[in-house]
């Protein structure tokens, strides 16, 4: 069954470029209510232990090193159907193939560079989530 919450960051080159205000904007007028929200900054170690599942894979440290850089954005979000609208609503994660009113297609400059992260899953969402916020923070 489907959950009514999903976890997002606002990653560090979004952040850098001064577009939070407006990808906040496009969630809330995507139809998501912001549940928590902190501008907070992942040490390498976090950035390690939160992509951890991505360790083997070649991208593994440019990826840590990228989200470790600056400043993040982190929020839960609540909507029906969260997980898989915000996937929707965050486009492609090659800006190229994003569909038009997607925010990676508006924020992104790159596959690697891609402006925001987004759960891929109801489970991903709740780990994820609970990495970056205690319960009290968590409305």
């Not at 929020?75 to 492609?92: C, M, P, Q, S, Y």
């Not at 569909?99 to 508006?106: D, F, L, V």
Request: charged residues 20%.
């Amino acid at each position: 069954m489907a959950t009514n919450r999903t976890f997002t960051m606002i990653k560090p080159d979004a952040v850098q470029n001064g577009h939070i205000g407006n990808i906040l904007a496009m969630i809330t007028n995507g139809g998501f209510k912001i549940v928590s929200l902190k501008l907070t900054q992942l040490t390498v170690a976090d950035a390690q232990e939160f992509y951890a599942v991505h360790a083997a894979r070649p991208f593994y440290g440019e990826l840590v090193e990228f989200m470790s850089r600056g400043p993040i954005v982190a929020a839960i979000l609540e909507k029906d159907n969260a997980v898989e609208d915000f996937r929707t609503l965050i486009g492609a994660t090659n800006p190229a193939e994003a569909a038009e009113g997607t925010i990676r297609k508006a924020y992104a400059t790159s596959i690697g560079e891609n402006a925001v992260h987004g759960s891929d899953s109801d489970e991903n969402a709740a780990i994820e989530g609970a990495f970056h916020f205690a319960g009290r923070e968590q409305f």
